[in-house]
């Protein structure tokens, strides 16, 4: 399974931006998918996790303002950020379970005051 990330860039404070990961290969065994984000001398934190069926949790700084979702036929899942502020800078990267952990290359959002 590989695991291709898009949707970065720069965006300005109170800004939206939507995160796509799509993964090729066996996309039918996938269950867990999730994105992380790791920040400058920073250590990488779960931001939003959605599991096969449905279930969701937030990291509480994303609590209200990202929405996680995927879509199951094609391996991909979303993060849209609304409302983005400076601290949400950092590089995002999706993960999905798939008899095994994998991650997405990282994308860098950067968010300007």
């Known amino acids: 399974v590989q695991l291709q990330a898009s949707g970065g860039g720069l965006v300005q404070t109170g800004g939206s931006m939507r995160l796509s990961c799509a993964a090729s290969g066996s996309i039918s065994s996938i269950t867990d998918m999730g994105w992380y984000r790791q920040a400058p001398g920073k250590p990488r934190v779960l931001v939003a996790f959605i599991s096969k069926r449905g279930i969701i949790d937030y990291a509480d700084f994303a609590e209200g303002r990202f929405t996680i979702s995927r879509d199951n036929a094609k391996g991909t899942v979303y993060l849209q950020m609304n409302s983005l502020k400076p601290e949400d800078t950092a590089v995002y990267y999706c993960?999905?379970?798939?008899?095994?952990?994998?991650w997405g290359q990282g994308t860098q959002v950067t968010v300007s005051s």
């Open positions: 993960n999905m379970y798939v008899r095994g952990n994998y």
